[in-house]
């Protein structure tokens, strides 16, 4: 796997900097660190490269990434997409490494595993890493097309957009293109203050 860490943002195309949003800034920069510790190359990905990437190597998918409803589904998305191409190790910008992740970097690919209560258990899609070309990427590019088609118009979702999002390019989505995959691994700190939970 290619050592680079690939990280994403304004997708929403909102006009807010990376760092008028601390908690982003911080963690970002505790990346960069860590990177520049372990000698890693560092990717911080903007639209107009994301949409590039698209233009360039994901032309038939360029239609679903216009259709998409909502801006998290292209951050998603494109990340699945930049995993395919170039491989490496994706990060969303709230999360850093804590412990040394080399390992990682020897897979053939990974995703992480989310469990915020009871037996429920989710794959991630904030942390995971693949070899340029592996196929259960493109699994999940495509289930993301379909899924997108299949469920954007449903009327139930026009409510529901956390629940669209996660059917069609989150976690659910993922769910059901893993399965049961040996590869969803369990290495993923969260701590949330509200919830009162560590993981």
Request: proline content about 2%; aromatic content about 16%.
């Amino acid at each position: 796997m290619k050592k680079v860490i690939h990280q994403i943002y304004g997708i929403f195309d909102d006009g807010v900097k990376l760092n008028d949003i601390k908690k982003y800034y911080d963690a970002v920069q505790k990346t960069k660190a860590y990177c520049k510790k372990h000698g890693i190359k560092h990717k911080m990905w903007n639209l107009k490269m994301c949409e590039n990437l698209l233009k360039k190597d994901f032309k038939e998918y360029y239609g679903l990434w216009k259709d998409f409803k909502y801006p998290i589904q292209k951050a998603d998305f494109i990340r699945y997409c930049i995993l395919y191409k170039i491989g490496g190790i994706y990060i969303d910008c709230d999360v850093y490494p804590l412990k040394n992740i080399n390992h990682l970097f020897k897979k053939d690919y990974f995703f992480v595993k989310r469990t915020e209560s009871g037996p429920k258990s989710f794959p991630y899609n904030a942390v995971m890493g693949s070899k340029s070309g592996q196929e259960i990427f493109m699994k999940i590019i495509e289930h993301c097309k379909e899924s997108t088609y299949e469920k954007q118009d449903q009327k139930i979702y026009e409510t529901w957009k956390g629940r669209l999002v996660f059917q069609t390019t989150g976690q659910y989505m993922l769910k059901r293109v893993l399965g049961q995959d040996k590869n969803i691994l369990n290495v993923l700190c969260i701590k949330n203050k509200k919830k009162n939970y560590d993981q």
